[in-house]
């Protein structure tokens, strides 16, 4: 058994739901199979039939789909802790890839596993429902930011959500998060071009809200970044609130 996996996953779930000691003891025997994934692997590809889900162990990773001339859209990033791929339980075969954008630790547990304990174990079934559906949750709002937000908007958003996000599992303290994405990732996540992601990049840098060193971000300005997304954490649903808040100036979006 690999504690580090269990944990991140049982983290995540106590995030969004109520998990009873007895469920958290079931949960914890869950078979889980190790893998080290390379920066720009496919876990899992378009088309592909699975019989098991993945849980992030450690790193980052990213769904996507190509068009017919070969553009990507990247359709959601996943940070420690998250499934990415829940919804195969239920679907025949996956409809998008699911790759690592830095060297990635994964955690592979089959589909007859959870099933089982899902029978077993009614709160963790209305648990894992609950993921998918904040998951739906997480779509909808970055489909209103690529539809109706800026480019520097949107932009903020983003980072804002990621910032919160590796803050809920204790990896993002003070506003510092690690962010291991190329401009073209960001660009492809968030329908713009390399030229205009640089440009707002550089532009959040002058007006004080970010800095960013490599795959280091550090969100200088908080209230000024969430106002800017029109990021409004609601949507995450975490059953907890998250403080952001920043030791120096006080601010919290919330």
């Not at 889980?32 to 019989?51: A, F, K, N």
């Not at 596993?113 to 894992?128: E, G, H, N, T």
């Not at 002058?206 to 908080?222: A, F, K, P």
Request: proline content about 4%.
């Amino acid at each position: 058994m690999d504690t580090i996996a269990h944990e991140r996953l049982l983290k995540r779930l106590r995030l969004i739901a109520e998990i009873d000691p007895e469920d958290e003891e079931e949960l914890l025997k869950l078979p889980v199979t190790l893998r080290d994934v390379d920066s720009g692997v496919d876990i899992v590809s378009e088309g592909q039939t699975v019989q098991h889900c993945c849980v992030l162990v450690d790193g980052f990773t990213y769904r996507y789909r190509h068009t017919i001339d070969g553009k990507r859209q990247i359709i959601a990033f996943h940070v420690p802790g998250d499934i990415p791929d829940l919804h195969s339980l239920h679907v025949p075969y996956m409809d998008h890839s699911f790759a690592a954008t830095s060297q990635c630790r994964i955690g592979f547990i089959s589909h007859e596993a959870i099933w089982d304990l899902c029978v077993r174990r009614p709160k963790i079934a209305a648990a894992l429902w609950r993921e998918t559906l904040i998951d739906g949750a997480i779509f909808r709002e970055w489909i209103v930011g690529l539809g109706r937000l800026s480019g520097a908007s949107r932009t903020a958003h983003l980072l804002c959500e990621l910032a919160m996000r590796m803050r809920a599992v204790d990896l993002g303290p003070h506003h510092v998060y690690r962010l291991p994405l190329t401009q073209h990732e960001l660009a492809d996540a968030l329908g713009l071009t390399v030229v205009t992601v640089n440009r707002v990049l550089k532009q959040l840098r002058e007006d004080g809200l970010l800095v960013r060193e490599r795959s280091r971000m550090e969100i200088r300005d908080w209230r000024g970044l969430a106002r800017l997304g029109e990021f409004d954490p609601r949507y995450l649903y975490f059953r907890a609130r998250i403080s952001m808040t920043d030791e120096q100036n006080g601010d919290d979006p919330a």
